[in-house]
């Protein structure tokens, strides 16, 4: 009995010896080898966690980021650490540099040369554009005009416009739920190809769709590994295939082009092929192909989800969709009796459905963006070391209550008194890093809302699914509903 007590004695030492190895040694092993690395720096680093050795605050980042709980995430280091508005953490491999305050937002997005783009190695490689990332801003200016302001409307607001009346009246003659999230992506992906390379047989559409959702599925991967099996290794593969076909597609324009078979109104590809870059030269096929690579990256899932999550608000909120209705009817009232599509004009009128557009992306936006120190830096008093991510956390200025009282509620006419030059709304970035697809987004957006809010309704079948942050805010069911007809309802 003795003997026994005695091991039991030497086993319950031996766990709580452990329990404070890892608990209190190894747990800081990450803290105290930056702390040493900086110490005689002039700065101190921010206040923060860096998390464990080498996976950092992985853990917690995906555990919240995955059950839909993402603002814990970023309100635990506030709650722990004060409000100073720029914390330390270790995220994707690297050490980090987090930012909230609006006034550091914009300092470090404007600030190209001390912040470059530094987003996860997964994202650089499979996104990467030499075009947009040129310092030399006239040839992105050149590259993106066509997709930017007015250009959209005269160029593309009939195919938008078409591949959404199509679209909804499929949907809403199906008689089984759909995957809301996905015939959203396929609206999306619609808009970008159709825009960028005009008409295209389906079947080709559908090979460079599949082949894209391969890519799109690693592109935010916590560890992207390059071994066959990993979803990394398989996106690699899925974009050479994808270059391959689209490279076919730019042969094919090029012969025509050639033979003068382009109409006057000329897709996106046809514009990129007549260009010259900075030292007059013709663009490179590669360069045609990353900017398609990029637009879809920047704009299918964030669009497709946009247009979910908006109808998902507006149907748990009747009275906003009621004043957004009465809105398009009012603009439908005063449209000449000969005219039948949606014009500029009109949707420059879109007064409330901006403000439910605005509101949406508020409360989902992107949870950051990325950049990375050229050299040390000082912001506020800390420092930031060369070669350390900065983390410009929109998703904590988008919820601040300071900034937007109620946060958590969905309230389109907050924006009736917003100020831009405040800095605490910036979805679309800023300077000269401002997305160049937001005016073509938005336009997406709203005539895609104008059909739904006239002329349909979204009965989804779990309403009370969970829902998940990653690699974006969707119900994990990806909103399984009916999409009904209002006239046949």
């Known amino acids: ?6 091991w039991m004695s030497v086993s319950t030492m031996l766990a709580i010896f452990l329990y404070i190895l890892v608990s209190k040694v190894v747990r800081n092993l990450n803290e105290w080898y930056y702390d040493i690395k900086f110490r005689n720096k002039q700065f101190p680093l921010p206040p923060g966690d860096m998390g464990w050795p080498l996976i950092g605050n992985l853990w917690p980042f995906f555990k919240y980021f ?31 540099i987090i930012v909230i305050v609006p006034a550091m937002c914009k ?19 499979l996104a990467y554009n030499r075009v947009l990332n040129n310092e030399h801003g006239r040839l992105k200016r050149l590259v993106t005009a066509p997709i930017a302001g007015n250009n959209v409307s005269t160029m ?47 079947g080709t559409i559908n090979k460079i769709s599949d082949l894209f959702d391969v890519m799109g599925s690693a592109l935010f991967s916590l560890m992207p590994i390059n071994v066959p099996g990993f979803a990394f290794n398989k996106a690699l593969k899925a974009r050479k295939k994808f270059a391959k076909i689209v490279q076919n597609i730019i042969d094919e324009r090029r012969m025509m082009a050639k033979e003068r078979q382009i109409g006057e109104k000329k897709d996106l590809i046809n514009i990129l092929l007549e260009m010259n870059d900075e030292a007059g030269e013709k663009l490179e096929d590669k360069d045609i192909i990353d900017l398609l690579i990029t637009l879809l990256f920047g704009g299918h899932d964030s669009i497709a989800a946009g247009m979910m999550l908006t109808i998902m608000y507006l149907t748990e909120h009747p009275l906003c969709l009621k004043k957004a ?73 988008h919820m601040a209550p300071e900034h937007h009282s109620n946060p958590d509620e969905f309230n389109p006419s907050r924006w009736n008194d917003h100020n831009p030059t405040t800095g605490t709304f910036l979805p679309f970035g800023i300077g000269r890093r401002l997305c160049p ?17 006239l002329n349909y309704k979204l009965e989804r079948i779990n309403p009370e699914c969970p829902l998940t942050s990653l690699p974006y805010i969707k119900p994990t069911d990806n909103c399984l509903a009916k999409v009904t007809k209002l006239s046949d309802a």
Not at 1 to 6: D, R
């Open 325 to 397: 209705k009465e809105e398009q009817e009012e603009i439908l009232k005063a449209r000449p009796p000969s005219q039948k599509r949606l014009s500029i004009e009109e949707i420059q009128k879109m007064t409330y459905l901006s403000q439910v557009f605005d509101e949406t992306l508020r409360i989902t936006s992107v949870f950051a963006t990325f950049r990375e120190a050229t050299t040390d830096a000082n912001i506020n008093g800390y420092l930031i070391p060369k070669g350390w991510k900065v983390l410009v956390w929109l998703n904590a200025m």
């Open 437 to 453: 697809g937001r005016d073509l987004s938005k336009y997406e957006m709203l005539i895609f809302l104008h059909y739904f809010v």
């Open 156 to 202: 593309y607001l009939e195919r938008i416009e078409d591949i959404v009346i199509n679209k909804l009246e499929e949907l809403s003659s199906m008689k089984h739920p759909v995957e809301f999230l996905k015939e959203m992506r396929k609206i999306s992906f619609n808009f970008i190809f159709q825009i960028f390379t005009g008409s295209c047989d389906q």
């Open 66 to 96: 995955s059950s839909g709980r993402r603002d814990i995430f970023i309100n635990n280091i506030i709650r722990r650490y004060g409000r100073s508005g720029i914390y330390k953490t270790h995220l994707y491999g690297n050490p980090s």
């Open 107 to 125: 300092k470090v997005l404007n600030d190209e040369v001390t912040f470059k783009l530094g987003y996860p190695k997964a994202i650089t490689v």
């Open 1 to 6: 009995m003795e003997f026994q007590w005695f």
